[in-house]
């Protein structure tokens, strides 16, 4: 019988089904970090358990810390957070990328990087962008901390099995339209719980185009249509990223080509149904911009602020409070919203294509006046990389802060924060009321976007706006 | 874990739809190593004003929501982060059962809760029941209408009954296998390691080229 690309993974992993339907799934990697996994070590204390498969599993720390002078951690909650991880992973065996290591980074982030994430393979993390992984051709899913602790014992999952629901993109993003407004156009299609009880398949020519990268942003937002996974099918571009590079997790020569074998049988079959099917067209597709506190309160950047009682989706009263909260008027053009800060960062969009792409647009040029901007490296090794590249340089010349890696202001753990009213244009996952900081007023864009925002202090087409390069 | 069967209590209303979980449970109150500590930050940035002092706006501040233990909400409640932190606060705040609206979107049936946060609730055995949006503005009314309401959730009978003077009632579905662990409060970990031996196996053939550190 025809499968789908999940499906495949899931039939692949389940070690038994239950009478009542329920999947007792095989998880291969655990990602594990500082905020969601000390109250389920905790309950392996108390129950007297160890962690099943600890070479399996794998820490790091990235929520709280500190993007500045990362080994000085002045909030003291923060500071016990973070030793409670190095004092669970010595406990339990567990290998931990602490704040000493290069390899340390965004959780999301330093996966594909190490080349733990592959094809084929389920992945878990007490964290909701977990779904990021699932642009290798990998079952990934963010999890509670119960379940962590149960993953912790049993290295396997009691799941229900999802839907399936096939997202194609035809045509091509007309650049720099990039991943991010791609994503960001799904969910204000679809909302942000339209995705809910399925797991999403990206495909089409577009997402067949893309980078790693960018799947990779694009997964990873799967999460804010409601969607535990997104996925897209492994092909060349996947193999050549976890062939290249120091990925010491990726199998190695004769390994590697048995591995591509298999992984070039995940692809879904072309006549596997699935639950929903939606087509959406790449190349009319605008940059984006979100006017409201959820991802689905999204318009073309050559859009306005909405009329509170012409939103599809949405009650009046629901505009009403995101606009009160967001400080914005109806009817306002985007492009006249004004910025305060630039955040480059987060596991939607810090990796090196992203850091890449903005140091283009900073290049010789400068922010605006009273504009802070932070550039928060997704990991250790995408810091390293930049500054060997040089963009660094430009971003500092710019006048941007270059930090060291972290979640930095994606969500505010960490001293990087709004202040109340404060507003961002964020290249982050999330514009709910106070992520940033309590009261900050965040919009969601992409890296290219963030940039020239930036530098003209307010929001801009960047498909006419003058300051784009070539 | 703890079971679940029955729970009478106060309604309270949070008329808001697309409530997340940072929301929920703000983001610095995530840094706690504990399970406990949650229930005075619950939905912390709309509860409490700059100062510190209650926000007379916020519904769940009312006097006559005083010891509600049953809140009701709009459509897709729980979204956002995964943090577990949030049914954390939610029980520790007092509450047992969360009712929410799945509505209907074009073809698309789009559920009550979020994913994970549903997940998270049975866990806890934090009731997390779906009604029709009808129902649930229904409820709604009848709450503004009738300080002191209470409603039964009969998770056995899958049933939410109000407590009027004639009562009203409305059946929901529930996941067979949740209702089952809630019923009996039974410990997931210990289920799945029943099967041990069917793990093994699995392990013994799985991926081995993948289960090796570098």
Known sequence: MSQTLFEKIWNRHAVTTLPDGTTILYIDRHLVHEVTSPQAFEGLRLSGRRVRRPELTLATMDHNVPTDNRLVIRDPISKAQIEALEANCREFGVTLYDLTSDRQGIVHIIGPELGLTLPGTTIVCGDSHTSTHGAFGTLAFGIGTSEVEHVLATQCLPQTKPKTFKVEFTGRPKPPVSAKDLILKLIGTIGTAGGTGYVLEYGGEAIRSLSMEGRMTICNMSIEAGARAGMVAPDDVTFQYLAAGARPFVPKGKAFEEAAAFWRTLPSDPDARYDRTLTIDAGEIAPQVTWGTNPGMVVDVTGRVPQPDQVPGYSRKDVEQALQYMGLQPGTPMTDVKVDTVFIGSCTNARIEDLRLTAKVFKGRKVASGVRVLVVPGSQQVRAQAEAEGLHEIFRAAGCDWRQSGCSMCLGMNPDQLKPGERCASTSNRNFEGRQGKGGRTHLVSPQMAAATAIAGHFVDIRTWAGMPA | ?214
């Open chain 2, 1 to 214: 874990m703890k079971s679940f069967r029955s729970h009478r209590g106060l309604v309270a209303t949070l008329d808001r739809a697309n409530v997340d979980t940072d929301q929920i449970i703000p983001k610095q109150f995530l840094k706690s190593i504990l399970r406990t500590g949650f229930g005075k930050h619950l939905f912390h940035d709309w509860r409490y004003l700059p100062d510190g002092s209650p926000n007379p706006e916020f519904s769940l501040n009312a006097s006559r929501f005083k010891g509600a233990s049953v809140l009701v909400a709009r459509n897709n409640f729980g979204c956002g982060s995964s943090r577990e932190h949030a049914v954390w606060a939610i029980q520790q705040d007092g509450f047992q059962v969360v009712i929410a609206p799945w509505q209907q979107r074009g073809e698309t049936r789009v559920p009550a809760f979020a994913d994970i946060f549903r997940s998270n609730c049975g866990k806890n055995a934090l009731l997390a029941v779906e009604l029709s949006e009808p129902e649930v503005e229904e409820i709604m009314q009848m709450v503004d209408r009738y300080p002191g309401l209470e409603a039964t959730a009969d998770l056995d009978h899958q049933r939410v009954t109000l407590h009027l003077a004639e009562e009203i009632s409305f059946h929901f579905e529930i996941d067979a296998a949740v209702k089952e662990r809630l019923i009996h409060g039974l410990d997931e970990i210990g289920l799945t390691l029943k099967h041990e031996a069917a793990i093994r196996a699995f392990e013994a053939s799985h991926n081995p080229q993948w289960r090796k550190s570098p």
